[in-house]
C-alpha cells in the first residue's frame, strides 16, 4: 500500500554525515545568539504581556492547532508525528530577519527567539511526547520507537542551549567581533538547511515526487493556521500592531533543522517526517517572505495597548 511506503521508508544518515549536521546545527544557533544580547531579556520584565503572549502561542496553541488539524485531517501516521515535531520544535532562525521586514517589534522577536530556544529544551520533547501520544497512530509510532525524553532533552540542550550561551557571551564581551560574524552566519544557516534538505530527498526522491502534492497542502494549510493562530491571539490580548506582527511570524516560523536532525536521530529518518519537516522548511520560508512583503507594504496604524 502506498500509506505502508511512506510510512515504513526510512531516510538514513550513516553516523559521521549525521554527526556533522549536529555540529553544524549548532553553529548555527551560535550565530543566532551572536545577536542576543542579556538585555534582550529585559524586555521580559519591563513589558512581559507580548513576551508571554509569544511564547503561550509557540509552546501551547501552535501544538494545540497542530493536534486539532491532524484530528481532522488523518494524515499518514508518520506525516501527522512529523507536524507534531515541527510543532514542538522552537521559532525558526530567520524569524528575526522577517520580522525586520515585515515591519514587526524586531526586539520582540529576537527576546522570544532566546527564550523559546531555553525552553525547548524541554518544551520540545514534552510537546512531541504528549500531543504525539494524544493520537492513536502516532503514539504507535513513538511506542514502538521507545524515546527515552533525558535522550533527546540532552541532545536538544547541546544543539540549543550551550551555542546560545556562547554566542550571547561572544555578545557581550565581542559586541563588535560578534555583530561581523553573525552576517556570516546568516548566510551560513541558509545554506546549511538547503543543503540539509538535499541530502534528506536526493536518495528518496522517487518517494518525494509521489507525495509532494500531498504533503504540500498539508504544509500549506498547517503553515497558514500557524501564522493566523499567532496573529489571533495576540489580538486577543489586545497588543499593538507591531507585536502582533512579530507573534504572527513568530509562530509561523518554524525551526524545522533542528525537527529534521531530531528525526535522523530518534526515527532513523522516518519518511512521512522527514518529507513533512524538509518541506515545511522550504515552504515557511517561502510563505514568510510574502507576508512580510505585504507588511512592508502597509504602514503601522500606530499602537493600540501594551
Known sequence: MAEDTLDSVQINFDNEALWLMNFVLALVMFGIALEIS???????????KPVLVGVASQFLLLPLITFLLVYFL???PSVALGMFMVAACPGGNISNYITHLGGGNTALSVCLTAIATILAIIMTPFNLEFWGSLYEPTSTILNSVAIEPMKMVKLVALLLGIPLILGM??????????LRLAKFFKVFSLVFFILLVVLALMNNISIFLDYVLYIFWIVLLHNLLAFLGGYGIAKVFHL?????RSITIE???QNSGLGLLLIFTFFDGLGGMAILAAFWGIWHMVSGLILASYWNAKPIKGKTLA
Open 38 to 48: 542579556f538585555k534582550d531579556f529585559k524586555q521580559l520584565w519591563i513589558k512581559p
Open 240 to 244: 499593538d500592531y507591531q507585536n502582533i
Open 169 to 178: 557571551g561572544m555578545n557581550r564581551w565581542k559586541p563588535i567581533l560578534a
Open 74 to 76: 488523518r494524515p499518514y
Open 251 to 253: 509562530t509561523g516560523i
